[in-house]
């Protein structure tokens, strides 16, 4: 068995002049959970088609599973399973005929597809609609059904493209804890692309922080988050600001110390605890604190400490967008 | 495995097929339609280069059926787009399965369903008084029909390949498939066309598929049955092959 699920080296996709993924190179062990964080339009769907072999490469070389993703397009197909962004389940057959389908195009024998079939069933909580038409389905049934599907064939690597998009936060809760149990009970390795921070926070092991088709950073959640220097406590004062600042400069436990016009920004671990002390500092060194704003750091803090940018503020722009062009093509259906 | 391959992909066309009872319907209304009223609208007709003995009904019934698999087929092999617009492509392109498989099962779907058509619009013609010559003959127009069909899928699936997105459809339709229909010669004997339209006929496969079906089924034709089969052997290999080949060139994403 290889150590490594995945081997991509300077990896590279070109769309007429523009670089959609810029020479990327990252390793994956076997049983990772890996995510692709970034916002809409950073490369990691590209990433994931280049990989799935759906996509040719422009130059660089990926692995999977040991086999050449350029090369051996039907070995790396054999080893992996992919749950695409957008739905790709036929709507005119129920949950198990979808099932099926996927299970003799991978070439199972009739008695090994027949129990798979259950076992992912059930593995996802759909055993009682399996014969229901998918086009009675609800979001994240047909969600739950696309990820079995991706498992039946007992893929080495398996891929969630945005896994939980446009779905609501209980259904979205769900999918996470079964992504979680997949992973820890198959052994297999998952690669997630999201530009939620929180469902990159929660599920992955190690994220790869993706900009303009650039990996911008690459580490576990809390290593990323640490590199920030901890909480973030802020305080808003009246009176001698200068004199407050310069004492707390002297203090070890503060790692910086930054003013805004009134407002002082510390940086310190647990802050929560140190409010009540560096209130009372404050009134010794002649000045009273008015407000009091303690934060966490999350990884959008860190995507901003890379970035320069929220993914916020870009996502608002997207989801407008895919608002207008959702509208369009319901126009076109009628 | 590519044959499960192949086998599931036909699978799937006959379930969506058979659920689709509207589309059976929508698909078989126009061609009965036309056979209805133009059967009965010109049943006293005689049209100059058709023999003497001929109704205009037996005329008409070989001309409807290339129309009808000429519209199917055609659909059939177009349908790629409609699994691009809803996604499934992916899946079936992700699939550890040759190219040239995923050709053939759709070619062996669309044909199946296309001849299910056939045999539907042959027997309602059989009804209103259309007579078969024999056993062997319906077995020449059978091989006909399943040339048309290959051919016309084979068509399809070359569109398919070079389209994004289901925006070209009615451009398809309006500018290749219609004047496919008009230019074969299924409503009315190409003699009587002037000689330059009658060049641009004979670039058309469904003149022969249609002039094949005729020699079969009534033993009146423009050309010989052997001459129009080995023109629709010709055409149905140029259609799969160039289908193929552009399917294969085709990005999913």
Redesign the interface.
Known sequence: MKDYAIKVHKLTRKFNGLTAVDSISFTVPNGELFGLLGPNGAGKTTTI?ML?????TTSGQAELAGFDVSKHR??V??N?G?V?Q????????TGK?NL???A????MGKKERKERVQEVLRLVDLTEKAGVLVENYSGGMKRRLEIA?GLVHRPKVLFLDEPTLGLDIQTRRYIWDYVKRLNQENEVTIVLTTHYMEEADFLCERIAIMDYGKFVAMDSPDKLKNILGGDVVSLELEGDVQDVMSRMKELSWIHTVTLHGEVLSLTMESGERKIPQLINMAQQNGAQVSCVHLRKPSLDDVFLHYTGRSIRDQEATQIEKNRQSLRGRMG?RR | ?NR??V??LW??EM??FI??KSRIAGALAMPLFFLAFLGIGFKRISVPGMSGQVDYIQFLVPGILGMSLLFSSTFGGLSVLWDKE?????????????RIFIVVGRITGGVTTGMIQSVLILGVSLLMGFRIPSVFTLLLAFLFMFLISVTFIGLGLIFASRMKDI?GFSIVMNFVIFPLFFLSGALYPLENFPFWLRYISYLDPLTYGVDGLRAALLGFSSYSSIFDLVMMLAFSSLMVFLGAYFFEKS???
Not at chain 1, 104 to 107: D, K, P, T, V
Not at chain 2, 90 to 98: D, T, W
């Open positions: 088609n799935s072999t759906l996509l040719s039907d070995e197909r054999q992996i992919v695409f957008e739905p790709a389940l036929d709507t005119k057959l005929e099926e389908f996927h003799m195009m991978y070439g599907r076109r | 495995m499960a391959a086998y599931v699978l799937r379930k969506r659920r689709a809803f996604g499934f492509l992916k899946e079936i392109m992700v699939a550890p399965v040759k925006q990005e999913t994403v």
